[in-house]
């Protein structure tokens, strides 16, 4: 009798358990209009061509410093600890430790400068290629740091706004 019941109890919780995920599945694959909004909810701030390159370059000149004195320190660092010359050690912890989390900063303020009026899908193409660089240096290291056809895309949807140097190589 103890068996049996253990084992309705244990019906019973894979029922509900089961019951639990069909609701939580069952909105998947269906059509939510907010879905595209809901990670930003409010809309982006417009503002002119010139405005938007000025305060952009600032951002690029600002983060730019940033991760050169981050480079440096971390360089610094490791040829007190190691006794190797500077530069050749760390260079894979950078990435990490100093790139990646530059870059998506850099990203992030860039994005609060706004949108230039009539140029914003061409803006947006840039930061979505910077972000895509981001993750190909995360996934790939320094293999991706310092392959072209990483770089090659931000030099050139960067051009219109005179950003093509503007991530940190």
Request: proline share 4%.
């Given at each position: 009798?103890?068996?049996?019941?253990?084992?309705?109890?244990?019906?019973?919780?894979?029922?509900?358990?089961?019951?639990?995920?069909?609701?939580?599945?069952?909105?998947?694959?269906?059509?939510?209009?907010?879905a595209a909004t809901s990670t930003n909810p409010v809309s982006p701030k417009m503002v002119s061509h010139k405005e938007f390159v000025e305060k952009?370059?600032?951002?690029?000149?600002?983060?730019?410093?940033?991760?050169?004195?981050?480079?440096?320190?971390?360089?610094?660092?490791?040829?007190?600890?190691?006794?190797?010359?500077?530069?050749?050690?760390?260079?894979?912890?950078?990435?990490?430790?100093?790139?990646?989390?530059?870059?998506?900063?850099?990203?992030?303020?860039?994005?609060?400068?706004?949108?230039?009026?009539?140029?914003?899908?061409?803006?947006e193409e840039f930061w979505d290629a910077i972000r895509r660089m981001t993750h190909e240096i995360e996934a790939e290291g320094i293999f991706a740091?310092?392959?072209?056809?990483?770089?090659?895309?931000?030099?050139?949807?960067?051009?219109?706004?005179?950003?093509?140097?503007?991530?940190?190589?």
């Amino acid at each position: 009798m103890i068996f049996l019941t253990g084992t309705l109890r244990a019906a019973g919780a894979l029922a509900t358990l089961v019951s639990a995920c069909a609701l939580v599945f069952s909105g998947c694959g269906e059509g939510d209009s907010t879905a595209a909004t809901s990670t930003n909810p409010v809309s982006p701030k417009m503002v002119s061509h010139k405005e938007f390159v000025e305060k952009s370059k600032e951002v690029c000149v600002k983060w730019k410093e940033k991760i050169n004195k981050g480079l440096k320190d971390t360089y610094r660092q490791r040829t007190k600890e190691t006794g190797e010359p500077e530069g050749t050690v760390g260079t894979v912890e950078t990435m990490y430790t100093v790139v990646i989390p530059g870059m998506r900063k850099q990203l992030e303020e860039m994005e609060a400068v706004g949108l230039p009026k009539e140029e914003a899908y061409a803006a947006e193409e840039f930061w979505d290629a910077i972000r895509r660089m981001t993750h190909e240096i995360e996934a790939e290291g320094i293999f991706a740091w310092t392959r072209e056809s990483t770089i090659a895309p931000i030099h050139n949807l960067g051009k219109p706004f005179e950003l093509q140097n503007c991530v940190y190589f």
